[in-house]
């Protein structure tokens, strides 16, 4: 696992270790190292904690989670196949979504605040803020009018109200250079009077994280923030997140691409089928049965292909599976001349 860079803090100061113990690679394998590696796991402090969270779509479970708990401080990675319910559940714990289970045992808390009945905006404002894809509507405003939404309306609603009539107004200097301060360290400053939709995919992803921390979140929750990057950007983005880590914010993210798991994550956890079913560091959790189980049976067309998750012995067989097909293909090159 390699380690961040020392980007600078939206004030301009740069991040050194002293900041907070967590920023220090030894201390955070420290404070887990004691952790059990099992479903639901206790941890030393956490900031969020869920219990009993189901929710049905006609037959279908999409999620069922006795318990959770996100330890404050780090980069916990939420993983699992396609369709095992990850943005279903974090649909949930923001407030987007109502548990099937609401009234029937279903609790979380988040930073000490009890959270079951709270509504998306009031999640936010206890600190708890997600990033969302550029909408269309969001495209067509500039990057710097979505930073100022960001400071006011982080469910991505009441677009017109914001607008016409803006809450911020009576501190809309404050915001804007709040706004000019956190566009420079994602490098957007240059493109605050664009249209959100020109940016680049690796762009938006920084705008959608930049248009998070209007709010100063104490934890940042990131839906696949690597989706859509191309190479150059991506190791940019990864720094940024684990900057905000080393600067003292949780960070919890759904991701499906195992490298940047690994690369940057403290901790992961596993769902598959709605369930969490495992949970642990990332060099070990990938080799855990339930996971390569999981990640096999739902035929998951990224993941199979991803070496991390397989045993030797099928990674083996695929690579003598791809050799051949490459000799046939030779084969028939060379009966066609
Ligand atoms: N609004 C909905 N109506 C009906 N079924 C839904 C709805 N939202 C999600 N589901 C179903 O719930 C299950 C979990 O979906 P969800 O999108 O949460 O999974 P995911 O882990 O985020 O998947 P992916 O990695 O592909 O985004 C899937 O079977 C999905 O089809």
Redesign the pocket.
Known sequence: MSEPTTPSTPSGTTTTAGQGDLADPAARRALMAGVVQEPGAAKPEPILTVDRITRH??G?T?VDVEHLEVQRGLITALI?P????????FNLITGFDKPSSAGKGAHWSFNGAKLDKTSAPKVAKAGMVRTFQLTKALSRMTVMDNMMLGAKDQTGESLAKAMFRPLWHSQEGEVRAKAEELLARFKLLEKKDDYAGSLSGGQRKLLEMARALMTDPTMIMLDEPMAGVNPALTQSLLGHIQSLRDEGMTVLF?E?DMHVVQHISDWVVV?AEGRIVAEGPADTVMANPAVIDAYLGAHHDTDLGDDDLLSDEVVKELHHEADEEEAARRDAEKGKR
Request: aromatic share 12%; proline share 0%.
């Open positions: 779509f006609g279908i999409a699992g396609n369709g095992a319910g990850k943005t279903t559940f759904v499906h769902m």
